[in-house]
């Protein structure tokens, strides 16, 4: 007691003693705040020197205040951001949140991304993490500039949104051909035409260089101009210009190999491109993957861009996506049609008898004005009608006869695509056909001009004869002063011939297909847009209406001009010259009469994946164009008096002639067993055993490709399926179960139930777990998914025999614990029902 007592009175004396001292407390807290306040502020200046001073005691401030923990979930936060960085475009979110999570997440990044480092190595972190932005940001630009370089590719991007990939189509084939044509023009013009004007004999030093005494009055006028006359025939744009002399300049340059050699390789430069694009459009189409399900939805929900800021980019690519849905309603449309077979297979074979009838007139009608141009080439003074007939009609005809074929073709009623794949072939039997008449026709005017030839030559030799004789007649001891090249007889020199045909052809096709973009475009537009507000008619709804963009017509135009362009340059070394500005004044001039004067097709369709049809239309245009040149430089022999390989039997032979010179023996004798039959016959044969070979591995991949095709599809139908089945069949399963849990209860036997009571650990019965089988046990109506049931249906059990253990007996008392069987004295494959519990 005395003890509790004295603990007692020194707990009062502590209350007693703390009661007064709040008031202190509170005073010396504030004098704590404010010594706190002062050492934060002597701190602040201490870091302000400190930052003044050095940046190491920064750095070294910094990595004392981040521990180990902290950097690394730094490290885990600033990848977390650079992640939705990459991926924000993906985000289905609007712009401005889009936005506003990019600038957060680029903030975070550059402020915490150099304390990642530790010690020194921090300095050298925040360096590679700098110079990986620059690098990201160069490659990006660097991309951009890519695209920038892209000729046209602004212009072809917005034909494409407002006329569909069919018409952008033809501008980047366009486009595909000049880059082609200028790298044929460089190779001719810097490895032919500049030797010759640099280092060979300057004009009027060669007859072959000189006009003529009988033509020099004429020679300027426009008219012979026009015709490629005067003055132009006997510059360096012809062949016969060319000088055949073996070297020429201090360089030694071998012209009229060169010459050989760039005209050959001409053909091999463009058959290993158009082969090397149909390559690459082929990997691309099969890269690309079958895309028929779900279009429209795809379409739906993933066409638009949405980093897009530019309303005129925005109009752009809202026409796009409407010219896309046209196209796939197309192909919708007419995978689902329904036709009369019997009707559209008489109206196709009556159209392909119609176009048959066609072509054969044209051929007919060209070599009829050919024959007749030879008997107007031996006329004196013949009108400009007479003079470029066949250039007019057959750019009359190349005119026409695609709008004439168009016409019929609306007979058989194609698929878009198919009816275009089938117009361009008809419209390129049409020029094929044109083209060669014109070079048979051509080629009866070469022989009369090589039988001319030999007059010519004799003429040439005693007029040469005879003015040595006469000179040395006069004064035997001066030598005799040299023949005026104006007045040296010519030869007609049939390949000058050739190449001035072949350029009157390519000037024709460019002024005629000018015009009609002139008057059948623009003018045509002007017209219905103008003078359609006090007209009887709509004419925009009816005739004459707007233009639509003639895809083959202007594809078949360009692949054919090439064709001629690729047989002239051999004779005509500036004709590719001539093609490349035609070509880049058909860029702009096109494109503005498409966006201007044309509207879009009325059924708008999609052009295939890949324009390897336009390439194989080009490779085999080169194919026919490498004949006639092939057989002229092998079969002819080449003019006597002008060209780099006059005074020769054949072209080829300068070959033979270098290889004698200016190789030695053992390559001469090389090159003559390569040159033997007996070996080029069976090479021939090897390769094509080899391409059969190769062709048969590419049929049998692409049937391995399309099985494989079946197969996943399949697989994903079937795992659809049993996605679907199996939502179905879930709760059904688990109403099969809840019934079943009773009856399969009962089948284990009273031993084991005894055993199980044996073996508990508190040595007292199991009690029963409360749940669904119990419910069930007494009734099917009782809790769990039999509820849903009004009344179980009929479950067909077959029940196995049990070893060891039978059920019990009418009346005899069952285990406890022991859910209640089938009705007893039911066999096997009965119908057994659980029964209400008791």
């Excluded at 179980?792 to 007996?809: E, M």
């Amino acid at each position: 007691n005395g003890k509790k007592a004295r603990e007692e009175g020194s707990q009062k004396k502590d209350r007693g003693k703390t009661a007064p001292n709040k008031d202190q407390k509170e005073s010396e807290n504030k004098e704590k705040r404010t010594t706190k306040r002062g050492k934060e502020g002597e701190n602040k200046q201490k870091k302000g020197r400190k930052n003044s001073t050095s940046s190491a005691s920064s750095n070294s401030s910094d990595e004392e205040s981040l521990s180990e923990e902290e950097l690394a979930m730094l490290k885990d936060q600033v990848e977390q951001k650079k992640k939705l960085i990459s991926t924000m475009r993906n985000k289905p979110w609007r712009m401005v949140k889009k936005l506003s999570a990019l600038r957060e997440a680029q903030d975070f990044v550059e402020k915490f991304e150099g304390a990642l480092g530790k010690g020194k190595g921090k300095k050298l972190y925040a360096y590679k993490m700098m110079m990986a932005k620059k690098w990201v940001k160069f490659k990006r630009d660097f991309e951009n500039f890519k695209t920038q370089c892209i000729p046209w590719e602004m212009k072809i991007k917005e034909v494409e949104s407002h006329f569909g990939s069919s018409v952008a189509s033809y501008f980047i084939f366009l486009r595909w051909m000049y880059g082609v044509n200028l790298v044929l023009f460089g190779l001719i013009f810097g490895l032919v035409i500049i030797p010759e004007v640099l280092m060979g004999m300057p004009y009027g030093s060669l007859p072959r260089k000189t006009v003529p005494r009988a033509e020099q009055a004429t020679a300027m006028d426009f008219s012979v101009l026009w015709d490629f006359e005067g003055y132009i025939k006997y510059s360096a744009l012809f062949y016969g210009y060319y000088n055949n002399q073996r070297t020429i300049g201090w360089l030694k340059y071998r012209l009229p190999m060169a010459y050989f050699m760039v005209g050959i390789s001409v053909f091999g430069y463009s058959l290993m491109v158009v082969i090397r694009s149909m390559a690459r459009n082929a990997n691309e189409s099969t890269a690309d993957g079958d895309d028929n399900n779900f279009i429209f939805s795809w379409k739906m929900f993933t066409s638009w861009d949405y980093l897009i800021g530019n309303p005129e980019t925005a109009d752009n690519k809202f026409a796009s996506i409407t010219t896309s849905f046209k196209e796939s309603i197309v192909d919708e449309q007419e995978s689902n049609k329904d036709e009369n077979i019997h009707l559209r297979r008489f109206l196709r074979v009556l159209a392909n008898v119609l176009i048959i009838c066609c072509l054969c007139g044209s051929g007919y009608l060209i070599y009829f004005v050919v024959k007749r141009s030879q008997t107007f080439s031996k006329m004196q003074n013949v009108g400009w009608y007479e003079r470029n007939e066949v250039e007019i009609v057959m750019s009359l005809l190349g005119m026409f006869c695609p709008p004439l074929f168009e016409t019929i073709a609306a007979l058989e009623n194609y698929h878009p695509r198919i009816g275009l794949k089938w117009q361009l072939g008809r419209i390129f039997a049409l020029f094929l056909g044109n083209l060669y008449t014109f070079l048979l026709a051509l080629m009866d005017d070469v022989n009369e001009k090589l039988a001319e030839e030999d007059v010519v030559k004799n003429i040439t030799h005693w007029t040469l004869l005879g003015h040595h004789n006469s000179s040395a007649a006069n004064d035997s001891a001066v030598t005799p002063a040299p023949l005026d090249p104006a007045d040296v007889p010519r030869g007609p020199c049939w390949e000058t011939t050739v190449g001035i045909e072949f350029v009157r052809l390519t000037v024709s096709d460019i002024l005629v297909t000018y015009i009609t973009i002139l008057v059948g475009d623009f003018i045509r537009a002007c017209f219905v847009r103008f003078v359609n507000y006090c007209w009887c008619w709509d004419l925009e709804a009816g005739f004459p209406s707007y233009a639509e963009f003639d895809i083959s017509g202007n594809v078949l135009g360009l692949v054919f001009n090439q064709g001629m362009i690729w047989m002239g340059s051999f004779y005509a070394p500036g004709l590719v010259g001539i093609n490349v500005l035609r070509l880049l004044t058909s860029m702009y001039f096109q494109c503005w009469a498409v966006m201007s004067s044309n509207v879009p097709h009325a059924r708008v369709f999609k052009a295939s994946k890949s324009n390897n049809f336009y390439m194989g239309l080009l490779l085999l245009i080169l194919f026919l164009s490498l004949l006639p040149v092939a057989y002229t430089i092998m079969s002819l022999p080449p003019s006597f008096d002008c060209g780099p390989f006059s005074g020769k039997k054949r072209m080829y032979d300068v070959i033979q002639e270098t290889i004698e010179l200016d190789f030695p023996l053992f390559v001469a004798k090389i090159f003559s067993y390569l040159a033997n039959p007996g070996l080029i016959i069976p090479a021939i044969l090897l390769m094509v055993l080899t391409i059969y070979y190769l062709n048969a591995v590419s049929k049998a991949y692409q049937r391995a490709n399309a099985e494989l095709k079946k197969k996943m599809q399949m697989q994903r139908e079937e795992e659809k399926s049993k996605r679907n089945n199996k939502a179905s069949t879930n709760p059904m399963l688990q109403d099969l179960e809840d019934l079943l849990t009773p009856s399969t209860k009962s089948e284990s036997p009273p031993k084991q139930a005894e055993d199980k009571k044996t073996e508990s650990p508190n040595g007292s019965s199991p009690a029963r777990k409360p749940g669904r089988g119990e419910g069930l046990a007494g009734s099917p109506m009782a809790g769990g998914r039999g509820a849903a049931f009004t009344a179980p249906s009929p479950v067909f059990v077959a029940q196995p025999r049990t070893l060891g253990a039978r059920a019990p007996y009418p009346g005899q008392p069952r285990p406890w614990g022991h859910p209640l069987g089938p009705v007893p004295g039911r066999g096997r494959g009965q119908p057994c029902y659980p029964r209400a519990a008791r």
